[in-house]
């Protein structure tokens, strides 16, 4: 870990991943330039962040604005050097027939919520003025709460969240990663939905599709729910135990350009859960069994980033750690040995050539 300053006896502050639903968020996602310029402006800003999530929110303190940061795999060696996150990796796309878990460039992610969209709005203005230069947009999601937390389809979304201390146990990285204790992994995937399809058929068909009624929102009992139900391949089950994730899914459109879809976002303490999850989506558990709202939904997105504790960010010193090169010891250099009979002439490991 290239963070500068002394090492504390004290817990790493975690961001602010485990929190109530809002009524809006912004999803950005981009990619930095290339050039040391580039990543030292990426180094100084996430120091920068809480501040400026401070300086938005107050003009409502009670719009709970609040704003996540995580770094994908290719830019944590770009911006920090060797040392990362124990499961970090490119996100794995997935190809099963015609369901496809895309892979989609993206160095850094920003996951901004409030009551409000304006907030939300307001700090995404703020971020991108202040980082503009430095990087280039990829994805920009506007979500927002539809009627009682459903999503498009029609059916409650996150039903299953965890809470209190369950879900500070799911979301947060543990000992089994010391250097990154309090971080978290976190996956995002853009759905497409077809509409028209999805609301040709009945709703008993769309229960069965989802694993839940869709009105009342209660699971359907396992004697009627099909095993290719989204809600039974999207559980994962270790040793007999469901390990669980932390979803804020957001619906988000546009009606004019009949553009209907979820965003998902999950943070988990290990990122095998989700890719769990999305394998016995796409590909079926056993194989081909698989999840049929699949066959409405299409995902546009996929990308993997990890979300640092809030005092990993803010520690992150003006040294670039990939740019600086490791300082050589002031030493004369030593006097060529004198040749010995039978050398092979082929010089030091140093590249000297041989006397």
Same mark, same amino acid.
């Given at each position: 870990m290239t963070a500068s300053g002394t090492r504390s006896n004290l817990a790493p502050v975690s961001q602010l991943v485990v929190q109530d639903l809002t009524r809006a968020a912004i999803f950005?996602?981009?990619t930095i330039n290339p050039g040391t310029a580039n990543r030292a402006a990426i180094r100084s800003f996430c120091g920068d962040l809480p501040a400026l999530v401070r300086a938005v929110g107050f003009r409502d303190i009670e719009g709970n604005l609040s704003c996540i940061m995580g770094i994908g795999s290719e830019a944590w060696d770009r911006l920090f050097g060797e040392r990362r996150p124990a499961e970090l990796h490119p996100f794995r796309e997935i190809k099963a027939g015609s369901r496809h878990a895309v892979s989609t460039p993206?160095? /850094?992610v920003f996951h901004l919520r409030a009551k409000r969209m304006d907030l939300c709005f307001e700090l995404a203005t703020q971020i991108m003025t202040r980082i503009d230069s430095a990087v280039s947009p990829v994805d920009e999601v506007h979500g927002f709460r539809y009627f009682d937390d459903r999503d498009l389809i029609g059916f409650v979304d996150g039903t299953e969240n965890p809470g209190g201390q369950a879900a500070i146990d799911a979301a947060y990285v543990g000992a089994e990663d010391e250097a990154f204790i309090g971080g978290t992994y976190v996956i995002v995937q853009k759905y497409l939905h077809d509409m028209a399809g999805w609301n040709? /058929?009945?709703?008993?068909a769309q229960e069965r599709i989802i694993g839940r009624s869709k009105l009342s929102d209660i699971e359907l009992d396992d004697a009627v729910k099909p095993t290719c139900a989204h809600n039974a391949l999207a559980k994962v089950v270790v040793d007999g135990?469901?390990?669980k994730i932390i979803r804020d899914n957001m619906p988000f459109g546009s009606?004019?350009?009949?553009?209907?879809g979820t965003y998902f976002i999950g943070?988990?303490?290990?990122?095998r859960t989700i890719e769990q999850m999305l394998e016995n989506?796409?590909?079926?558990q056993p194989p081909g069994n698989y999840d049929r709202l699949l066959d409405f939904s299409v995902a546009k997105t996929g990308n993997l980033f990890f979300v640092p504790s809030a005092t990993f960010l803010e520690n992150i010193g003006d040294d670039d750690p990939v740019a600086a090169p490791?300082?050589?010891p002031d030493v004369p250099a030593p006097e060529p040995a004198p040749k010995r009979k039978g050398s092979l002439d082929i010089g030091s490991l140093k590249g000297d050539p041989a006397s």
């Open positions: 950005l996602v981009v993206g160095d /850094l040709a /058929l009945s709703t008993e135990k469901e390990i009606v004019a350009a009949k553009e209907f943070y988990a303490r290990s990122p989506m796409f590909v079926g490791s300082p050589e």
